[in-house]
C-alpha cells in the first residue's frame, strides 16, 4: 500500500508549523495574520503535494506561499493595506528565512517573540497560555482543553478573542525586558512545560511521546535560564524538563508501547540529561527564597533520578514535597499525584482514601488518570473486579491510542 501523502503532510506541518508562524508574526506584526496565512499554505500544500511530490525544502515552500498569499491579501484587505510599506518592505528585502537554523542570540529568536507577544498582560492568563500551546506547541484546541481540563468551546474562545486583543492593543512583536520580564515569566513558564507535557505523554493519536516538542520546550526553557539567571523557577523548570526528558529512551519498548515508571530499565535513562537536570535544581536552590511550584516538582523528579532501582525511591520524601506543592498551587491533578506517594509509602488503602475524596470532583470527571491510579490501588488490594473495571473506564477516556492499549492490557489480564 502506498504511504498516504497526507500524513507525510501532516507530519511536516506538526515540525514547521510554529517556525512558519513565527516567522510571519515577525514580518506582519500580528500573530492572527500570521496563523491565517500559515493555515492558506497547508492548504495550497494538501492541493499540490499529492500531485507534484512534496519538496526538497517543504518549509521554505509554505514559507514562500505564505509569503505570497501576504501580498495577494494586500492588495485586497484594508487591515493589510495599512501594512503595506512595512510588509512589502519586509517581503523585497529578506530572503527566505532558513528554517532550520539555530539561533543568532539569545534576544533574536522568532519563536521566543512569538511566546512573550502570545503572553502580553493584556490577555488574561488563560488566553495567554492557549494562544501559546495553539502558535508554539502546534495544539489542537481538544488538546489544549484536555490540558486545561475545560471545554473545547471555552478554549477556542480564547484563542478568537487573544489574537483580536492584541491585533487591536497593536501589542509590539518583541521579548520584553527588564522589569515586563519577570512580570511575563509566570505565564510564560506554565505554557513552555505543558508543551513539554504534550511531547512527554501526548493526550492523542498513535504515538505516546511526541519528542520534538518537548526538544522545543527544553530550548525555549534554556534560553529563558540565560535571559533570567537570577529567577529560581526558570531553572526549576529546566531541571524538572531535563529530568524528565532523561527518561525518553526507557518511557516505550520496542513497539512504542508505554512502560510506566517503575517498570522502566533505569539503566536506559540518559545521565548527561540527569546530571544537567540536578544542576539546575542545584542553580535553583543557591538563590534561595520559597521554592515554587516548578523547584518542588523538580526535587520531586530528583527524588526518582538519584534513586539507582525502583524500591530505592524516597516515597515519604515525594509525599511531603506533594504536600508542600499542594499548599503553593491547590490542585486535584496535585493530590492525586501526592495519593500515588503516599499509597507507595504508606500502602495501597492510605492512597485510595485520598482518591476517593477525588471522585467527585468535577475537573476530573473525564481525566483518565483518576480510574488509572484507583484502578492499581483497587489491584494492590485484591479488589480485581473492581480493578478490573476502573482500568476499562480509563482506556475509555484516554485518546491516546498506545495508552488505551495499555490499560486494556492491564484490565484484561486481571480478567484472566
Request: aromatic share 4%.
Amino acid at each position: 500500500m502506498a504511504p498516504d501523502p497526507n500524513q507525510a503532510i501532516d507530519a511536516i506541518w506538526r515540525i514547521e508549523q510554529a517556525k512558519i508562524i513565527a516567522s510571519l508574526a515577525r514580518i506582519t506584526r500580528d500573530v492572527g495574520i500570521a496563523e491565517e496565512l500559515a493555515q492558506d499554505a497547508l492548504v495550497a500544500a494538501l492541493k499540490a503535494w499529492p500531485g507534484q511530490g512534496i519538496p526538497d525544502n517543504p518549509a521554505a515552500w509554505l514559507m514562500a506561499t505564505a509569503k505570497n498569499r501576504a501580498l495577494d491579501e494586500r492588495r485586497r484587505a484594508k487591515l493589510i493595506e495599512r501594512k503595506h510599506e512595512e510588509i512589502g518592505r519586509d517581503m523585497d528585502e529578506e530572503e527566505t528565512p532558513d528554517l532550520d537554523a539555530a539561533l543568532d542570540d539569545d534576544i533574536g529568536d522568532d519563536l521566543l517573540r512569538l511566546v512573550f507577544t502570545s503572553c502580553h498582560p493584556v490577555l488574561s492568563t488563560e488566553a495567554r497560555v492557549a494562544l501559546t500551546l495553539r502558535l508554539i506547541g502546534g495544539l489542537t484546541t481538544d488538546e489544549i482543553a484536555r490540558a486545561f481540563l475545560v471545554p473545547e468551546a471555552t478554549v477556542a474562545q480564547r484563542i478568537v478573542r487573544a489574537k483580536r486583543t492584541l491585533s487591536d492593543a497593536k501589542v509590539p512583536y518583541e521579548v520584553p525586558r527588564g522589569e515586563q520580564l519577570a512580570e511575563r515569566l509566570s505565564s510564560v513558564l506554565e505554557v513552555i512545560y505543558l508543551i513539554f507535557n504534550e511531547g512527554y505523554a501526548a493526550t492523542k493519536g498513535d504515538d505516546w511521546v511526541r519528542p520534538g516538542l518537548c526538544e522545543e520546550a527544553l530550548r525555549q526553557g534554556r534560553i529563558l535560564a540565560e535571559l533570567a539567571p537570577r529567577e529560581p523557577e526558570v531553572h526549576g523548570l529546566v531541571a524538572l524538563m531535563e529530568i524528565q526528558a532523561s527518561r525518553f529512551a526507557a518511557r516505550t519498548n520496542a513497539s512504542g508501547e508505554p512502560v510506566l515508571l517503575l517498570d522502566q530499565n533505569r539503566a536506559r535513562w540518559d545521565q548527561l540529561l540527569v546530571r544537567r537536570g540536578l544542576t539546575a535544581l542545584g542553580r535553583a536552590d543557591s538563590l534561595g527564597g520559597e521554592s515554587g511550584p516548578y523547584v518542588l516538582q523538580a526535587a520531586i523528579a530528583a527524588c526518582h533520578a538519584r534513586a539507582r532501582t525502583a524500591d530505592a525511591t524516597d516515597w515519604a520524601r515525594i509525599a511531603e514535597i506533594y504536600a508542600e506543592l499542594a499548599e503553593v498551587v491547590p490542585s486535584p491533578v496535585v493530590e492525586l499525584n501526592r495519593a500515588v506517594a503516599v499509597a507507595m509509602a504508606n500502602g495501597p488503602a492510605a492512597g485510595l482514601e485520598l482518591v476517593d475524596a477525588l471522585t467527585a470532583e468535577p475537573t476530573l470527571k473525564n481525566y483518565h488518570l483518576l480510574p488509572s491510579v484507583r484502578g492499581d490501588f483497587l489491584k494492590k488490594l485484591g479488589r480485581l473486579d473492581e480493578a478490573r473495571a476502573e482500568f476499562e473506564r480509563a482506556a475509555a477516556l484516554t485518546q491516546n491510542a498506545r495508552e488505551r492499549k495499555l490499560l486494556l492490557d492491564r484490565a484484561a489480564a486481571l480478567a484472566s
